[in-house]
């Protein structure tokens, strides 16, 4: 932000700027690119901490006539919900958060009144989860398996120590910066769930007896079968891309990648189980290491294709109306042309029902067209799970929803002659290509056609 021009206000939960520090000093460290490259340096570090202003949780607080206040959001350590108050109106923003309450963490709170706006992060907005339980056993029956067999594999603490058999196996944590943010989680204990407070009265549940610190590859007694939790998540570089690649291509060892990892990275090539891989040195290895499971989806008779419009009243279900609850734009297409049942989803993917075991999923890719399929897939995947019925409306309900829909225009509208006055045209500027948006209309004018229709959906 010294680099920008940016003159605002940064406000942080106590929590989130000592990880944050940790996170920007760590990028310093790794980072592979020329001292002239670099986006920052610790120098630009300790000028942007001094700038970053704490906020505790339910304090409020005022900047220029905005009054804004957080709650907890569970997720990670630190991580808030904002309501931000503007002339009467509350908006919600927040990124992530979880209403379960994880091993260490707090559930999100619930809040004591709705907001008018809410903005939320959705890249699993579409998506059921399996219970905790279920994915936990399903996790650790891969890595006991694994290392039965004499593999190297990644598996957490508490498993562990329920198993006396598997004691003799080492475990290793190979993270400075995991490290570092432990000592943050110790220090602020009093934001971790019950539990974990009760248990720090008497000992520290952060002191993992069963793992040991391992600095670098250099410092590894690779022999026999061992457990190393190692970054970075997406193996680009680091001890975790020196232990892939010597790992990989024994069938007895595992890679089990824990979380969200991006385009472009190793992780997230691996996923798609190619045959063999790239190394560090230019060179191929053969990819045998488990790495994934297949699924194999089963749908009963009330969970295909819906494939009639409901008359007044009528119930119905599938993944076709589930769908149109969450995608909006989306037909059935004639068996003539679909050779079966089929629908378009936002005239850019097409879903043909094949068979009682198979869906098949055809599109065009660009960045929106592989977003939409996402969301599908996503459906797809927990279309064995129960998907609440739908009953079309009457007219009366139909009217009541049309009226909230204007008033939320309204309050949209309002916001938007706020910031940008009573005739003026919202702009978009993304790498140099402009594009204008009628906040009344929703008409978009824009010489480059792929923002143009970016903005457009997104509207």
């Known amino acids: 932000m010294n680099k920008t021009t940016f003159k605002g206000r940064v406000f942080m939960t106590h929590a989130t700027k000592a990880i944050y520090k940790l996170f920007l000093s760590d990028y310093v460290k790794v980072s592979k690119v020329s001292v002239e490259d670099m986006l920052y340096d610790e120098q630009d570090i300790l000028r942007f901490m001094d700038k970053i202003e704490v906020i505790d949780f339910h304090q409020t607080l005022e900047v220029n006539g905005i009054r804004f206040w957080c709650y907890t959001a569970g997720h990670v350590l630190g991580a808030a919900m904002f309501m931000v108050d503007i002339a009467g109106v509350r908006v919600l923003y927040t990124g992530d958060y979880s209403r379960e309450e994880d091993r260490h963490l707090r559930a999100a709170e619930i809040l004591q009144f ?134 990989c291509s024994d069938k007895k060892n595992a890679c089990v990648i824990p979380g969200y990892v991006v385009e472009g990275t190793l992780a997230k090539t691996i996923i798609n189980e190619p045959k063999e891989v790239t190394l560090m040195n230019g060179l191929t290895a053969p990819l045998n290491m488990q790495n994934c499971q297949s699924v194999e989806l089963y749908f009963n008779s009330e969970k295909r294709l819906a494939e009639k419009t409901p008359e007044v009243g009528e119930t119905v279900s599938g993944l076709l109306h589930r769908l149109k609850q969450i995608l909006e734009s989306v037909e059935s297409l004639p068996d003539e042309e679909s050779e079966g049942p089929a629908f378009r989803v936002h005239e850019r993917l097409t879903v043909k029902y094949e068979s009682e075991k198979h869906i098949s999923l055809h599109w065009r890719s660009d960045p929106i067209s592989d977003m939409v399929s996402d969301s599908v897939v996503a459906l797809v995947l927990n279309i ?76």
């Open 114 to 247: 709705s907001p008018d706006i809410c903005i939320i992060e959705s890249t699993y907005g579409v998506q059921l989860h399996q219970p905790r339980n279920v994915r936990e056993k399903r996790f650790t029956d891969v890595i006991h398996s694994t290392i039965s067999q004499g593999g190297r594999v990644l598996i957490p603490d508490e498993y562990w120590s329920n198993h006396p058999e598997l004691h003799n196996i080492p475990i290793y944590y190979a993270s400075p910066l995991a490290k570092r943010c432990m000592a943050v989680f110790q220090t602020y204990i009093n934001s971790m769930n019950e539990r974990i407070c009760n248990q720090f009265a008497n000992s520290n549940p952060f002191d993992f007896k069963h793992i040991s610190t391992l600095k670098s590859i250099e410092n590894f007694n690779d022999v026999g079968p061992s457990v190393v939790m190692a970054s970075p998540n997406g193996l680009q570089s680091g001890l975790s891309r020196q232990l892939f690649e010597t790992w």
């Open 384 to 459: 064995s799970r129960e998907i609440p019925k739908v009953v079309v409306e009457s007219e009366e309900a139909t009217k009541i929803e049309e009226e909230n829909n204007k008033k939320a225009e309204k309050v949209i509208h309002a916001l938007l002659v706020s910031l940008f006055g009573e005739n003026g045209k919202l702009v978009i500027s993304v790498d140099g290509n402009v594009a204008h948006l009628d906040k009344q209309s929703g008409n978009v004018e824009s010489e480059n056609e792929g923002l143009k229709e970016r903005v457009r959906v997104a509207f």
